[in-house]
């Protein structure tokens, strides 16, 4: 292995001790060492300015200065050159005081030999590179350092441990604020605090009992640590903030309603509804749709109190939360302060609108056990303000709300059987009177409730026209009877039923066009029926819809004659062909005299106005002999014919098609009222 020259300085005023060294140093090798003389300290010191040495020799006393100073100005110049001490006599007390000055060796001027001295530099020079390698790890390591003696001493403490210690103390020597401050965070706990960083303290009991303290700094971690924190958080709160009020959104809003719960809070929950909001934003377009939530949201806030909560949680969906006192009273009413604030005018760019706001309030835990029972009941009884006029608080009322929830338990029913095409068509024969042939029938929308049993179409029909779902069954029966009467060999007419809904909300005419073209069915062999209710409420949109059905060359009926309030002119006006007169005054006409006279003047003022009369309801055959002698030109009814699945209609027209049986035979067969 290849051995580096080592450099020695040596130091020494007495020119027989270099002499005794080199000879010594010779005798080992002349390659291995290159010795430069110093004859003077202040020699020394200047050479150490220029070069560094291996080594430092140095004989302990020279005239006045002594080897101790020596190392001593060596050491605060900041070098770290071992040094060996060279004396005349061995001295322990000597050797003692040359070791605390930090020397490496001490060997008496009498003992050099060649293979003594050798030993020693090599040593020393070895245990000066690791003392260095030791060093180099103290100042480099990230971590403030100190070793403490079984008595609590400090003994080696890094320059990181020496900073903290000093930002932390008013003492003056290093060794002392060292010793002052290892005792201080021996016993702390919360070194958090020490030098105002935030250290994470590690103590280690060595074997031999000293105790290593080490301190972390983890202020840059903690920080990282933080902003990650942070980061989570602001992610957090905007994904529970409605992006567009600023209010707390639907997550948010469960989440706090799960805690109260959970908690056993006493609160109100309010369920808002602004009444006109759809059609404004229909009518004036989504950016005023946004603008008015806006406004909303603006007044909503400040109408709250402290305590009070509100929440965005849908499209126009609001809610509030409202505590309760302690003996659980609803007190300072939150939804009183809001329907007052929106009694006022809004003015929404440039506009002003009446919002009308309907409010519907439940309670926790007096209506309700859970989250999801206390929304359904707040929702149900906010059902039951927006049926009421203008803006109106209603209180949920476990009596009065059972319908109600009844009602949205078949809504959902029957939004999953439309979705699942379980509704069914019954057909109903109708029959020309005078000829007593089959010349129709009326389509009639069934259903079936997997639990319920079958449901009454007027109750359905009604759900369905209230929650929005009217389009989707009309078209769906209308679909159905023209495709299975497109199969029929019989040349009869289908009549369905059209809610007033229909023809007010949807493009009816196309609906029509194209489910006569999906089928194939004969539009002239489609007839609509109609309620008068369709004829009062948009005399014009009506009109126009109902012409338009005309061009296309259906009929139209007008359905339940007699019950509504329709105006003669109206009725002129509208393109008809038949009137239905309303079952209820067929079936009860024995037993009520005047219903003879209105049937009566029905029939007269239908032909006065060239259109066929249908009697519906007829039950009995007195009723037919009735309807005949007044000239009526159309029956049906539980007599001739119940309504009846599509396969038992197919077999009811075999048997009664048109020119195989008589009037009379239809209407005295036994067993088809079944
Ligand atoms: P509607 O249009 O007046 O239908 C005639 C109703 O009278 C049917 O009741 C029929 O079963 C019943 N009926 C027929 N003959 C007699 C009889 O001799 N005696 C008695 N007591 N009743 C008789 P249904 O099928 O219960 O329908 C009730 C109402 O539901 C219908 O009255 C109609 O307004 C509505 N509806 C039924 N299907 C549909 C539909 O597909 N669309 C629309 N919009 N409404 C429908
Ligand atoms: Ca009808
Ligand atoms: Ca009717």
Redesign the pocket.
Known sequence: MYQAVKSILMVDDDPDDVFLIREALNDISDEEYSVTIANDPLVALKILERKNFDLIMTDYRMGAYTGVDLIKQIRAKGLTTPVIFLTGVSQRELDEKALAAGASDYLSKSDIKGPLIDRSIRYAIANARRQELFSSVLCNVKAAICVIDTEGTPQIWNPEFLAIAKANSPLAEDAAIVADFSAHVEKTEQVDLVAQIKHEKQLTRLPDGRNVIMLYDVSEHLSALRERELAEEKAAHQAKTCFLTGLPNRLAFSEKLDKLIQNGCKFSLLNFDLDKFKTYNDVYGHPFGDALLKQVSDVLQQVCAEGDYIARIGGDEFTAIQMHDENDTHCDNLENRILAQFANELIVEGRKLNIEVSVGVASFPKHAQTAQELLSNSDIAMYRAKAKDGSKIEYYDCGLDEAVREQRRLTNDLQKALREDALDV?F?PQFDLKTGNLIGC????RWIHPEDGPI???IF?QIAEDCGL?EE??KL?LRKACLLGSKWHEDIKVA????AV?VRHTDLVNDIQAILFQTGFPAGRLEL?I?ETVLIEDFEHALHVLRGVKNLGVGLAM??FGTGFSSLSSLISFPFDKLKI??SFI?DMDKREQLKSVIRSCIGLGRNLNLRIVA????QESHIDFLRSEGCDEI????CG??MPHPHFMEFMMNYASGRASAQDVLNMPGKVA
């Open positions: 019954f109903q009326e389509a009639l929308a009454r179409p007027d029909i009217i069954l009309g029966v369905v039923n059209i809610s229909q029926e309620t359905d339940d309303d079952r079936m519906e309801g007829v039950e049906q009814g539980y007599f119940k309504p």
